[in-house]
């Protein structure tokens, strides 16, 4: 799919979009396929893995909260959640550009993957029985989503906007193994084929 010319043309860098992307090897793809796929399963059965994926993004979203403190109190609350998905969103923009098929994959699919902690957060909103984690004082505790549906008065739909943000998390990581499966086949090197043999 080519881009506007407008577009490049005020925006240069946009033409890298345009470029093929990398080919990687087929044994490559089922590597990558077969990792997701574990983790999927892990992630429906609430294994080990999910949960060290979450802890990565742990300080993530605590250093959102610390970015944004100067930005004022709403702000600071959401920006936790915001550099949680920011990073892992920015790092897939920068492959992008990069035309690297399966950094795209990698970054794309734990976007989509941070979508069920934060749901789960978000269901808790009204309840509060989560344990909360502070980078502060500790007797100045918010709870995110509490505050956040509070202040946009959506607090007594906690429950639905969660599950909402939980199906468009499996969606979107099903979606990037079906997009990764696709580019590669895509990008798989076609047999040659045989040139036709002189009459005799």
Wanted: net charge negative; aromatic share 16%.
């Amino acid at each position: 799919m080519r881009l506007p010319e407008s577009w490049t043309e005020r925006i240069p860098a946009l033409e890298q979009l345009e470029e093929p992307w990398e080919p990687f090897p087929r044994i490559a793809l089922f590597a990558w396929i077969a990792f997701y796929l574990f983790f999927l399963y892990q992630q429906a059965r609430h294994g080990m893995l999910p949960g060290l994926m979450d802890g990565v993004f742990v300080p993530i979203h605590e250093g959102g909260h610390l970015l944004f403190r100067i930005a004022g109190e709403f702000l600071m609350i959401a920006g936790g959640t915001f550099l949680q998905l920011f990073a892992p969103f920015a790092l897939a923009t920068y492959f992008a550009f990069r035309r690297q098929p399966q950094g795209v994959a990698f970054c794309s699919f734990f976007f989509f993957q941070q979508f069920l902690p934060i749901s789960t957060y978000m269901a808790d909103a009204r309840a509060q029985d989560l344990p909360l984690l502070t980078v502060g004082d500790a007797e100045y505790v918010i709870h995110d989503w509490n505050y956040l549906f509070g202040k946009l008065g959506l607090l007594d739909h906690d429950v639905q906007i969660a599950g909402f943000v939980r199906t468009l998390g499996w969606l979107g990581m099903i979606g990037v193994c079906l997009w990764l499966i696709w580019r590669g086949l895509n990008d798989a090197p076609q047999p040659k084929s045989s040139a036709a043999l002189p009459n005799d």
